[in-house]
């Protein structure tokens, strides 16, 4: 039930949304008449008409997000092979581009709109308890969603993959698919660890606030700036200025990186709004084609002469897969649907990078009246429109969710390894510095939690310090509702079943708190902790181990890193799904390149390492189907 003050919450941000929408209207139509280097008319992929397809091709990818998008265009370098890409999405917009608007892209037209089960356990400040799980129903999938930032994870993540009977995927192996990926400019370009003739640019991003600096310098005073400013280099730990998946500061999604250059290469199709609704398996249990709906259209079926391969990401993958007869026996019968192969492990082993919310401080400017931080109304204006389409430059280019990002251990990681256990994402905003026009829709807030935590400090100068758990030990799953193509699975990522997960989160909070905030640096800014606290925790004792433990498991947040639902391992891993070269198990004709083959979530957001798996999965394609490659 939403009381008094949650209804004139709910009315001030109704309010709002006249003059912000009306500003993105006003910056779309001027890209569109200004930016042609963001219209890129000439290089957008072509949307193919079912009519003009072929019946059969070489290859048949499904998903054209972070890996499918890469892995069709690698494909398609082979000219004699036939390469399909459907993707149930739309192209990108023009207002994805734009780095600071990414929060109003979730729960678009963009989204595919996930929401987790109800729970009591997590997500309590949401209605119902159910989390938002944005991921991109889009040309270049979730990589048009994200906040681009751009990391591989940790040596040790990969090495361990290898150690877990995963021959090939040590770090030793794959950092060459990392740079072979990269196309890094600045400083990075100079670097042993980056590549700088892949078509992902990496950059840093183009504008960013005053605290940007002031974050590394309280960083310095604790001793903790990453040596070489770089957490994708020699060693992850410590506090860097973020790496992005950028290109003249606007976002590089797979789609701008690997398919527009690919767009007219004449093995390439590609065909949007196209929903695959089945893996077409035979009787000798061999993948030759899929059923896909468009628009309107009547079902089309397509066939595959040599691979389907499945990059549908970490919830669709194993939707597609039970619905195609491949997973659990009892699940799928339970459901009506036929069995060809029992695979207990799909849907299995999800995991997440979960996030705790809330870390919210107030700042003051001891200098002048200026705003330290992005306070939107101030910065998102007719004359940043201005400076965006005709100077190149302005807030429009910032990522204000994370300026500075760092590794840290928390007291339960060996210090001696270089193995953070904690991400931290040091943000020059906060829930409140919208008055909730874009934060609270993006992660699902009700009204009445934003009324009592964040409607008194609308528009003031804060900064937030966002924990994420990197290897959380409880684990999730996803479940088929029926087996209706069109209808989302069921999600459940069970935060917290762990106790040690919800232990190592708020020692991140409290870091925050006691070591950061607390240093020369942030005590001149006089940064204090938001006093508006959460009514369901004002019963225990303020700032105590079970303070911090309520906080999170009210603002529990994903940070979009879905993973492990379709395992990696070997055959005799019951719970495997595919074998190290991606090949599902009990099926011929058939891979899985995408997030859900993870058999453990990497140290640090994952659309890189998804990007890697791409790039490595399309060479042992390549060696497989050529003689001499």
Sequence with gaps: MVTLTGIFTAARIILTYGPGFALIFLLNRA???????????HHRVHDLHPDDGYDTYDFIVIGGGSAGAAVAARLSEVQKWSVLLLEAGPDETYISDVPQLFPTLQQSELDWKFVTQPTEHFCLMNENGQCLWPRGKVLGGSSVLNAMLYVRGNRKDYDHW????????????VLHYFKKSEDARGHFARSDYHGIYGPLT?????FVSPLMEIFLKAAGELGLLNPHGDYNGATQYGFARSQGTLRNGLRCSTAKAYLRPASHRHNLHISLHSHVQKILIDHRKIAYGVVFGKHDWPLKEV?????????????????????????????????GIHVIYDSPGVGENLQDHVAMGGGTYLIHNPISHDSLSFVIPKLITVDAIKEFTYKHDGPLYAMPACEVMAFINSKYQDPHEDWPDIQLFMAAYSDNSDGGIYSKRGSGMSHDYYANVYENIIYKDTFMVVPLLMRPKSRGRILLKNKDPYEHPLIYPNYFDHPHDLNVLIE????GYYHFSRTKMMKFLNATLNPFVIPNCMNLQYLSDDYWKCMARHYTQTIYHPVGTCKMGPKHD?????????????????????????????????????????EKASDMIKEDHLRHY
């Design 574 to 614: 019951k719970w495997a799904v595919v074998d190290p070269r991606l090949k599902v198990y009990g099926v011929q004709g058939l891979r899985i390149v995408d997030a859900s083959i993870m058999p453990t979530i990497p140290t640090g957001n994952t659309n890189a390492p998804t990007i890697m798996v791409a």
């Design 31 to 41: 890209i569109e008449i200004e930016r042609p280097d963001i219209v890129d008319h």
């Design 303 to 335: 066939y595959a002469r040599k691979e389907v391969i499945l990059c549908a990401g970490a919830i669709q993958s194993p939707q597609l897969l039970m619905l195609s007869g491949i997973g659990p026996a009892h699940h799928l019968m339970h459901h």
């Design 162 to 173: 290898e150690h877990l009977g995963n021959p090939g995927w040590s770090y030793r192996n």
């Design 508 to 511: 991140g909070a409290k870091f």
């Design 202 to 206: 990496v950059e840093y991003y183009r």
